[in-house]
């Protein structure tokens, strides 16, 4: 192997580790489901500690495998949340990375719950917001995939309130 290769296998060497600890802190401090559904949007957003983080589809996939997902799993998820990112960006939002929030149930296993991390300048009126936020959510529709039982509440929330 040469030196060039050399280094590239240590550094995604050194990735994975990395994120094999990043996953394992956020598994020690996964949220029970039921203590997650009873918290407020609010709560929900200050989660850090049960979630990790990645910049890159590189980085969520090793949390993904080193969650115990299977390939199939892994790329449908993939291709979901990089239909969110991408569309954020398209818009004018700023993606700012893939995340894993870690839940459990109430026998211990662990649940991911993958999702993307989003901003918007705070400058747009609320009805930009409302618009690019439905088209964000609706993305996954476009690239063959999906919309995620979150998806459809974060719909709902985007609704007028009749």
Known sequence: ????NQE???SL???RELMRRLIRVAIENAIPVDEYDQMSEEQQQHLSHATAHA???QDYRI???ELGLKEAEIK?????????ADKANELGATFE?????????ENGWIIPAPRVKISYPED???EKYVAVLKEITTAPEEYGNKLSPDDINDLKKTRPNK
């Open 1 to 4: 192997m040469d030196k060039l």
């Open 8 to 10: 590239q296998q240590y």
């Open 13 to 15: 060497n050194d990735r």
């Open 55 to 57: 910049t890159n589809l």
């Open 63 to 65: 949390f993904m495998e």
């Open 76 to 84: 449908d998820i993939v291709v979901h949340e990089y239909a969110h």
């Open 97 to 105: 990375g893939y995340q894993i929030l870690l839940l459990k149930d």
């Open 124 to 126: 747009w009126s609320h």
